[in-house]
């Protein structure tokens, strides 16, 4: 591992639309363990971002406490960021949203960060469907503590010590169903060929976009017996493939009819997803749960866009708020002046 | 024995059942009064219930202007057979108890020193009324009828007043007005009305009260106003009594104030959070975002904001806070008053804090303290906090009028904006300490598209905010924070100073609701001979002033409503007291706001007999000295 970045940018590396390179969007080094699967997750961000063309600035970070919370660091060093406190993203961002809603949210945050301490601002989070992109490094295990059980941990699982969890595990992707966030999905730290289009569908969303990504942790829960290990999940996931196609882009991968289904995102972009099942209608929160439950009972974990709700009101939609940014309003429109405070005071005698 | 004269000057007290409806009897009541130019201030003593427990009303009238709590009381309304016992022991010699004479009166309900007042309340709404709610809500209208006979009460006010309660709803009008007069007509037929207690319109009033401009508001309104003025955005809160009508009158106002004429699109975003974190959480979100935001809360919401209010004031991102106190600790009595979250407050958080607090004692000053604080969270990028009580906040006090200058301007504080940075040609550090003042550039998200771009965080971090564990830089930081407590001090509203006539060494120290009696307590006491200066607090850190106050008096009284002196414990922390004795701490903390009697007792006990009467034995040494 080196300490220091190179510089050094290749002449020819490819530009975006914006003339900027994938290097760009990166972020400072990466001081978690080598191998992590954040730091995967981290590159699928930045390539997500790079490939949609989204200015850096246009982007505001934020994340809780915890190793995924540190990653913010790692990618997008031209954007705002918010290292919160533990479990209280949700709450940040939503204030940061009605402040500025032409910002692009992009919440990080790890099990332990969503599923325990911050379980309450996740579900509400996600049930007034705030704008914004919240994805969970899921490891199941506490990292920067040293290795103990998280509550996504999977009953069976056995952990560092030796020892079996028997807990049922909270399922943050169905929880996000369950209580209204309108875009869910789950995806694998190791599968860059499904997370990159995910976020970028994520991305691409209006109203809370959860990505459940398991990303194992190499040094406390990657051993036998561990049902977040590299190995594990590889044997039991099971992928829906998805495309994402940018607004304006012909569309050019092709899957077996029946089983592909094509969504129009809210901003005219295009998610072609191959599904597992053809019963499963990811617009339908119930048949989104029942094919998560169907591949469950399988001794499966489905990955890939699980449910969408392309047209659903985002906070500020059910609050009404206005169009322009609340936070450009100019003194002059805000404060009503001293003679308002005279039919005030007549009032009050 | 003989009843009490007094005119424009006592004690009136309603014992009512709570959700009968008699709260807006009792304001009209009392709001007739003040129309009447007397000044009046009245007090809702009331259960942390919905329905059928006992609750208060106290007005006091004064003449003088004395808008803290008198104790004691001269006329005493009982609508409640619940609370008929201790409303009876309740009531001064020579006072009048007026109540429901239906029925007659058990005999342990008789005392020799009052007078009686029977008014056939009930007969007359059975007599007049079918429904069962309309013989329950006229019941309070009409003793407030006869009460206008009773005391003098001018009857076109009370007219006046109706019609202005039922604007929109005029035809309650009639029936209302009727019900006034059922009770006037009662009284006048069968009482020589006026009592010897009464009111008269143009006696000699407010000699405290420089014009008769004056207003009738309550603080919670008044902080809500002042934080539309300031140009607030964002309002996240959690319900929690006695702070809910803050965002309530925000969410008024901003409706009347804040639509969008084109669209009908609201410029402003109110959102109940699902706790007290997480309101907290969204008003840092949105200051760090550049929207004026806040919230209010009381003191268990403070202790769950602790943790909020401690990254704010390490990572610097303003917040305003308006905490309207309660009796604690935890639940404690959440519809009683105390000013117990001072030390919570001041140092909430773990780790080495400090919070700038407000302390506004009138609701001009729950308006004026508001559009402050967004000033100083902004200039001093740190947690602001209102420190209110539900005394203030939830009673109506007659107040000097608002008033806001058009020339003045918001101080948006050290913000970095997309011309600055582009001109910039240094390397921006957000924890750079460029002026000496302790307080750093700030700049919002999106600002720039290259410049200015920094990671906010609640771990150490050196000057370009980069994350660091190195000592020096930790200490550095921290060192500056520091010096922008310093800073604040110079920029925190000033203690006012009333000095007494003579020159004297006793001081004494007080602020918010404790303002009012202690006054008054004061100049009771310097009718007596004894002669005190006063320094109300109005903010925290405490400036020079303070310290002076405390380098000039021998002994000083620390009136406060809470049981272990908190400021007392706040001003020897951070004053250079030189001995501790010489702070004398006046407490009172059951839960009602404490009487100027109350404090004239404990400080007289104190120099006459070298030492403060413990609140357990307090209550019959104040009806003693009255």
Same mark, same amino acid.
């Given at each position: 591992?080196?300490?220091?970045?190179?510089?050094?940018?290749?002449?020819?590396?490819?530009?975006?639309?914006?003339?900027?390179?994938?290097?760009?969007?990166?972020?400072?080094?990466?001081?978690?363990?080598?191998?992590?699967?954040?730091?995967?997750?981290?590159?699928?961000?930045?390539?997500?971002?790079?490939?949609?063309?989204?200015?850096?600035?246009?982007?505001?970070?934020?994340?809780?406490?915890?190793?995924?919370?540190?990653?913010?660091?790692?990618?997008?060093?031209?954007?705002?960021?918010?290292?919160?406190?533990?479990?209280?993203?949700?709450?940040?961002?939503?204030?940061?949203?009605?402040?500025?809603?032409?910002?692009?949210?992009? /919440?990080?945050?790890?099990?332990? #960060?969503? $599923?325990?301490?911050?379980? !309450?601002?996740?579900?509400?989070?996600?049930? @007034? =469907? &705030?704008?914004?992109?919240?994805?969970?490094?899921?490891?199941?295990?506490? /990292?920067?503590?040293?290795?103990? #059980?998280? $509550?996504?941990?999977?009953? !069976?699982?056995?952990?560092?010590?030796?020892? @079996? =969890? &028997?807990?049922?595990?909270?399922?943050?992707?169905?929880?996000?169903?369950?209580?209204?966030?309108?875009?869910?999905?789950?995806?694998?730290?190791?599968?860059?060929?499904?997370?990159?289009?995910?976020?970028?569908?994520?991305?691409?969303?209006?109203?809370?976009?959860?990505?459940?990504?398991?990303?194992?942790?190499?040094?406390?829960?990657?051993?036998?017996?561990?049902?977040?290990?590299?190995?594990?999940?590889?044997?039991?996931?099971?992928?829906?493939?998805?495309?994402?196609?940018?607004?304006?882009?012909?569309?050019?991968?092709?899957?077996?009819?029946?089983?592909?289904?094509?969504?129009?995102?809210?901003?005219?972009?295009?998610?072609?997803?191959?599904?597992?099942?053809?019963?499963?209608?990811?617009?339908?929160?119930?048949?989104?749960?029942?094919?998560?439950?169907?591949?469950?009972?399988?001794?499966?974990?489905?990955?890939?866009?699980?449910?969408?709700?392309?047209?659903?009101?985002?906070?500020?939609?059910?609050?009404?708020?206005?169009?322009?940014?609340?936070?450009?309003?100019?003194?002059?429109?805000?404060?009503?002046?001293?003679?308002?405070?005279?039919?005030?005071?007549?009032?009050?005698? | 024995?003989?009843?009490?004269?007094?005119?424009?000057?006592?004690?009136?007290?309603?014992?009512?059942?709570?959700?009968?409806?008699?709260?807006?009897?009792?304001?009209?009541?009392?709001?007739?009064?003040?129309?009447?130019?007397?000044?009046?201030?009245?007090?809702?003593?009331?259960?942390?219930?919905?329905?059928?427990?006992?609750?208060?009303?106290?007005?006091?009238?004064?003449?003088?202007?004395?808008?803290?709590?008198?104790?004691?009381?001269?006329?005493?309304?009982?609508?409640?057979?619940?609370?008929?016992?201790?409303?009876?022991?309740?009531?001064?010699?020579?006072?009048?108890?007026?109540?429901?004479?239906?029925?007659?009166?058990?005999?342990?309900?008789?005392?020799?020193?009052?007078?009686?007042?029977?008014?056939?309340?009930?007969?007359?709404?059975?007599?007049?009324?079918?429904?069962?709610?309309?013989?329950?809500?006229?019941?309070?209208?009409?003793?407030?009828?006869?009460?206008?006979?009773?005391?003098?009460?001018?009857?076109?006010?009370?007219?006046?007043?109706?019609?202005?309660?039922?604007?929109?709803?005029?035809?309650?009008?009639?029936?209302?007005?009727?019900?006034?007069?059922?009770?006037?007509?009662?009284?006048?037929?069968?009482?020589?009305?006026?009592?010897?207690?009464?009111?008269?319109?143009?006696?000699?009033?407010?000699?405290?009260?420089?014009?008769?401009?004056?207003?009738?508001?309550?603080?919670?309104?008044?902080?809500?106003?002042?934080?539309?003025?300031?140009?607030?955005?964002?309002?996240?809160?959690?319900?929690?009594?006695?702070?809910?009508?803050?965002?309530?009158?925000?969410?008024?106002?901003?409706?009347?104030?804040?639509?969008?004429?084109?669209?009908?699109?609201?410029?402003?975003?109110?959102?109940?959070?699902?706790?007290?974190?997480?309101?907290?959480?969204?008003?840092?979100?949105?200051?760090?975002?550049?929207?004026?935001?806040?919230?209010?809360?009381?003191?268990?919401?403070?202790?769950?904001?602790?943790?909020?209010?401690?990254?704010?004031?390490?990572?610097?991102?303003?917040?305003?806070?308006?905490?309207?106190?309660?009796?604690?600790?935890?639940?404690?009595?959440?519809?009683?008053?105390?000013?117990?979250?001072?030390?919570?407050?001041?140092?909430?958080?773990?780790?080495?804090?400090?919070?700038?607090?407000?302390?506004?004692?009138?609701?001009?000053?729950?308006?004026?303290?508001?559009?402050?604080?967004?000033?100083?969270?902004?200039?001093?990028?740190?947690?602001?906090?209102?420190?209110?009580?539900?005394?203030?906040?939830?009673?109506?006090?007659?107040?000097?009028?608002?008033?806001?200058?058009?020339?003045?301007?918001?101080?948006?504080?050290?913000?970095?904006?997309?011309?600055?940075?582009?001109?910039?040609?240094?390397?921006?550090?957000?924890?750079?300490?460029?002026?000496?003042?302790?307080?750093?550039?700030?700049?919002?998200?999106?600002?720039?598209?290259?410049?200015?771009?920094?990671?906010?965080?609640?771990?150490?971090?050196?000057?370009?905010?980069?994350?660091?564990?190195?000592?020096?830089?930790?200490?550095?930081?921290?060192?500056?924070?520091?010096?922008?407590?310093?800073?604040?001090?110079?920029?925190?509203?000033?203690?006012?100073?009333?000095?007494?006539?003579?020159?004297?060494?006793?001081?004494?120290?007080?602020?918010?609701?404790?303002?009012?009696?202690?006054?008054?307590?004061?100049?009771?006491?310097?009718?007596?001979?004894?002669?005190?200066?006063?320094?109300?607090?109005?903010?925290?850190?405490?400036?020079?002033?303070?310290?002076?106050?405390?380098?000039?008096?021998?002994?000083?009284?620390?009136?406060?409503?809470?049981?272990?002196?908190?400021?007392?414990?706040?001003?020897?922390?951070?004053?250079?007291?030189?001995?501790?004795?010489?702070?004398?701490?006046?407490?009172?903390?059951?839960?009602?706001?404490?009487?100027?009697?109350?404090?004239?007792?404990?400080?007289?006990?104190?120099?006459?007999?070298?030492?403060?009467?413990?609140?357990?034995?307090?209550?019959?040494?104040?009806?003693?000295?009255?």
């Amino acid at each position: 591992m080196t300490y220091i970045k190179p510089a050094f940018r290749h002449p020819k590396a490819p530009v975006n639309d914006l003339g900027w390179t994938r290097q760009d969007y990166e972020g400072g080094l990466s001081t978690l363990c080598a191998g992590c699967g954040h730091d995967s997750i981290s590159a699928a961000i930045v390539d997500a971002c790079f490939q949609l063309n989204i200015e850096p600035h246009r982007v505001a970070k934020l994340s809780g406490i915890g190793c995924s919370s540190k990653t913010p660091a790692y990618f997008l060093s031209g954007s705002h960021s918010f290292n919160s406190v533990h479990g209280r993203m949700p709450s940040v961002a939503t204030g940061a949203n009605l402040a500025n809603r032409d910002l692009i949210y992009i /919440g990080v945050s790890g099990d332990g #960060d969503t $599923a325990s301490i911050g379980l !309450g601002q996740f579900a509400h989070g996600a049930r @007034r =469907n &705030l704008n914004m992109t919240y994805i969970v490094e899921n490891n199941g295990c506490y /990292g920067l503590t040293k290795g103990q #059980d998280s $509550a996504t941990m999977d009953t !069976g699982s056995v952990n560092k010590k030796g020892d @079996r =969890n &028997l807990s049922t595990p909270m399922d943050v992707a169905r929880l996000a169903i369950e209580v209204g966030a309108t875009f869910v999905g789950r995806s694998f730290s190791g599968d860059k060929e499904q997370l990159v289009p995910l976020i970028k569908a994520a991305l691409s969303h209006r109203g809370f976009a959860l990505l459940d990504v398991i990303s194992p942790c190499v040094t406390f829960n990657n051993h036998a017996g561990s049902y977040k290990s590299y190995e594990y999940f590889r044997s039991v996931k099971e992928v829906m493939p998805l495309d994402f196609v940018p607004v304006r882009e012909e569309i050019t991968a092709s899957y077996a009819s029946g089983t592909t289904c094509e969504v129009r995102m809210h901003d005219g972009s295009m998610v072609r997803l191959h599904k597992q099942d053809s019963d499963h209608d990811i617009e339908d929160r119930q048949s989104a749960l029942q094919a998560i439950a169907h591949h469950e009972s399988q001794g499966k974990v489905l990955t890939g866009l699980l449910y969408i709700d392309r047209d659903s009101e985002e906070l500020h939609d059910q609050l009404g708020t206005a169009r322009r940014p609340l936070n450009t309003l100019t003194e002059q429109e805000l404060c009503p002046g001293s003679k308002f405070l005279d039919s005030i005071n007549a009032g009050l005698r | 024995m003989q009843p009490k004269q007094a005119i424009n000057d006592f004690v009136i007290k309603f014992a009512n059942v709570n959700g009968t409806g008699s709260a807006s009897a009792n304001g009209m009541f009392a709001k007739a009064i003040f129309r009447m130019g007397i000044p009046v201030s009245p007090r809702n003593i009331f259960p942390s219930n919905i329905q059928g427990m006992p609750t208060w009303y106290e007005v006091r009238v004064s003449q003088d202007g004395y808008l803290g709590r008198r104790g004691g009381t001269d006329i005493m309304v009982c609508v409640n057979p619940q609370s008929m016992a201790q409303d009876v022991a309740g009531l001064e010699p020579g006072g009048y108890f007026v109540y429901d004479n239906t029925k007659p009166l058990e005999p342990r309900f008789l005392r020799d020193d009052i007078h009686y007042i029977g008014l056939p309340l009930t007969e007359i709404c059975l007599r007049e009324y079918t429904d069962a709610r309309q013989r329950l809500l006229f019941k309070n209208v009409i003793y407030v009828g006869a009460l206008a006979a009773l005391l003098n009460i001018d009857f076109t006010i009370l007219k006046d007043l109706v019609s202005d309660q039922f604007k929109g709803k005029e035809r309650l009008i009639t029936p209302n007005i009727y019900a006034l007069e059922l009770g006037y007509q009662h009284a006048q037929a069968n009482f020589s009305c006026p009592l010897s207690i009464h009111l008269e319109r143009g006696h000699k009033v407010a000699k405290h009260i420089e014009d008769f401009d004056n207003i009738l508001m309550d603080g919670n309104t008044a902080a809500a106003l002042g934080a539309v003025y300031a140009g607030a955005t964002v309002a996240a809160w959690y319900p929690i009594t006695p702070s809910t009508s803050v965002v309530d009158a925000f969410d008024t106002y901003c409706r009347r104030l804040r639509i969008d004429p084109g669209t009908g699109k609201k410029n402003y975003a109110i959102v109940q959070a699902e706790d007290e974190l997480s309101a907290m959480g969204m008003v840092i979100g949105a200051n760090w975002n550049g929207a004026r935001a806040f919230t209010a809360t009381s003191g268990p919401g403070v202790s769950l904001m602790s943790e909020f209010l401690g990254l704010a004031y390490f990572a610097e991102v303003p917040a305003v806070l308006i905490d309207v106190q309660r009796a604690g600790p935890s639940t404690g009595m959440p519809t009683r008053t105390q000013q117990s979250d001072i030390l919570a407050a001041a140092y909430a958080s773990h780790g080495d804090t400090k919070h700038v607090l407000l302390f506004p004692a009138t609701p001009a000053e729950c308006f004026s303290m508001t559009v402050e604080a967004f000033d100083l969270a902004e200039r001093l990028q740190t947690p602001i906090i209102i420190m209110s009580d539900l005394d203030l906040g939830m009673n109506e006090w007659m107040s000097p009028p608002l008033e806001f200058d058009d020339s003045y301007r918001y101080d948006r504080g050290k913000v970095l904006d997309a011309d600055a940075l582009e001109a910039m040609t240094e390397r921006f550090g957000r924890y750079l300490d460029v002026d000496g003042d302790g307080i750093p550039y700030r700049t919002y998200p999106g600002a720039h598209p290259s410049k200015g771009a920094y990671f906010t965080r609640g771990t150490s971090r050196d000057e370009y905010a980069a994350y660091t564990e190195d000592g020096q830089a930790y200490v550095r930081n921290m060192d500056r924070l520091l010096k922008k407590f310093e800073t604040a001090k110079q920029l925190v509203p000033e203690p006012k100073l009333k000095e007494a006539e003579m020159e004297t060494r006793n001081g004494a120290v007080f602020f918010g609701t404790t303002a009012s009696p202690a006054y008054e307590a004061i100049e009771i006491l310097e009718k007596e001979g004894i002669c005190i200066d006063t320094l109300r607090i109005r903010s925290f850190p405490f400036n020079e002033d303070v310290e002076q106050f405390i380098r000039e008096h021998d002994r000083i009284f620390v009136i406060e409503q809470n049981r272990d002196g908190q400021m007392r414990r706040l001003l020897l922390n951070e004053t250079s007291v030189p001995v501790k004795d010489r702070l004398i701490p006046i407490l009172e903390y059951d839960g009602l706001p404490v009487t100027a009697r109350k404090i004239a007792g404990m400080i007289r006990n104190f120099i006459t007999l070298g030492n403060v009467t413990p609140i357990t034995r307090r209550a019959q040494a104040e009806e003693i000295s009255a």
